[in-house]
């Protein structure tokens, strides 16, 4: 059953028209696949918060402990499949003739679920890098087969290649990010709590150059008063939904 989404004409117009359009997504659109997400009820990990483990002197301070976190979520995330929501975003590339995803989730989720190039701005949990060479490399184990995990080459301690609280995102990756948003008409802000920057102000910066901001979200954000259009509800419903009302509008039988 469809969900009851109402979206004034204007607005609607311009989602069905765009040729320009940029999503940023955040854990809430992985929740219904089974990914915890960061700051619910299930945020905290053997009574540690993601902002102590997801950082340079967390992972210094015990790097067997930051490492079990990432083993635990890695063996989490790898019998999960994507959501209708991850599908829907995937189709949108279809839809639109300029389409963007970034993400700020490092599941890896969205390029399962067909999205070709996401902008990952966080990074992905399935990279670990050579703490010593720097050398990037992809480990698919789950579970390791040792904690903390070596660099094959060197036999040097790796770390996840996830960008953590106080480090810098890579400048490639803010470029596209910023281009992104800048360039749409329609900016799509889904299952993220908007608080972790420089994520957060994408959207602010997509209406500041013009753009219709649409927020998908289960709850209000800090986010939701500036919004053009807050669409309340789970993204595995809404996006499919809004996916099959912008091709209708646009003549296609589905
Ligand atoms: C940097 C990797 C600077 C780890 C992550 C300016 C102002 C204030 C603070 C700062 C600032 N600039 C920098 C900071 C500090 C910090 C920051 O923003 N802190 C926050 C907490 C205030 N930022 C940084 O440190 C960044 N670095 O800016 O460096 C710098 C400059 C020069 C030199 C040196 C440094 C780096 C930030 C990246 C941190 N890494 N992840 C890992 O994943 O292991 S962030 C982490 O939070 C995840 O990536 C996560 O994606 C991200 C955001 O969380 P959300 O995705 O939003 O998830 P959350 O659980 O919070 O919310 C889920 C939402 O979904 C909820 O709203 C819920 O209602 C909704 N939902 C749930 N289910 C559904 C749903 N919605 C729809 N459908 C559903 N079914």
């Known amino acids: 059953m469809e969900t009851q989404i109402e979206i004034p004409p204007a607005i609607f117009n311009t989602i069905v028209n765009a040729t320009k359009v940029a999503a940023l997504t955040g854990a809430g659109v992985s929740a219904e696949s089974g990914v915890p997400t960061f700051r619910g009820e299930n945020g905290l990990w053997r009574n540690r918060r993601p902002e102590e483990l997801a950082s340079m002197e967390g992972f210094l301070d015990d790097p067997r402990l930051v490492w079990d976190w990432y083993d635990w979520r890695r063996t989490t995330i790898a019998s999960l499949k994507p959501n209708d929501g991850h599908y829907a975003l995937a189709e949108m590339e279809t839809v639109y003739e300029n389409f963007t995803l970034v993400t700020?989730?490092?599941?890896?989720?969205?390029?399962?679920?067909?999205?070709?190039?996401?902008?990952?701005?966080?990074?992905?949990?399935?990279?670990?890098?050579?703490?010593?060479?720097?050398?990037?490399?992809?480990?698919?184990?789950?579970?390791?087969?040792?904690?903390?995990?070596?660099?094959?080459?060197?036999?040097?301690?790796?770390?996840?290649?996830?960008?953590?609280?106080?480090?810098?995102?890579?400048?490639?990756?803010?470029?596209?990010?910023?281009?992104?948003?800048?360039?749409?008409?329609?900016?799509?802000?889904?299952?993220?709590?908007?608080?972790?920057?420089?994520?957060?102000?994408?959207?602010?910066?997509?209406?500041?150059?013009?753009?219709?901001?649409v927020e998908v979200n289960l709850e209000r954000t800090p986010l939701t008063d500036s919004v053009d259009l807050f669409l309340e509800g789970p993204s595995g419903k809404i996006l499919p939904d809004l996916l099959r009302r912008i091709c209708r509008a646009r003549g296609f039988d589905v």
Request: overall charge neutral.
């Open 104 to 213: 700020q989730n490092v599941d890896g989720i969205h390029a399962l679920a067909g999205s070709r190039d996401p902008v990952e701005m966080h990074g992905n949990i399935w990279y670990v890098r050579c703490l010593k060479e720097g050398t990037v490399m992809e480990n698919r184990e789950a579970p390791l087969q040792r904690i903390p995990p070596l660099c094959p080459k060197c036999n040097t301690m790796v770390r996840p290649n996830i960008i953590w609280f106080g480090e810098e995102l890579d400048t490639e990756t803010i470029k596209r990010a910023g281009s992104a948003a800048r360039e749409s008409e329609v900016f799509f802000v889904i299952g993220t709590s908007s608080v972790v920057q420089p994520a957060a102000s994408l959207a602010g910066l997509a209406q500041r150059n013009g753009a219709v901001v």
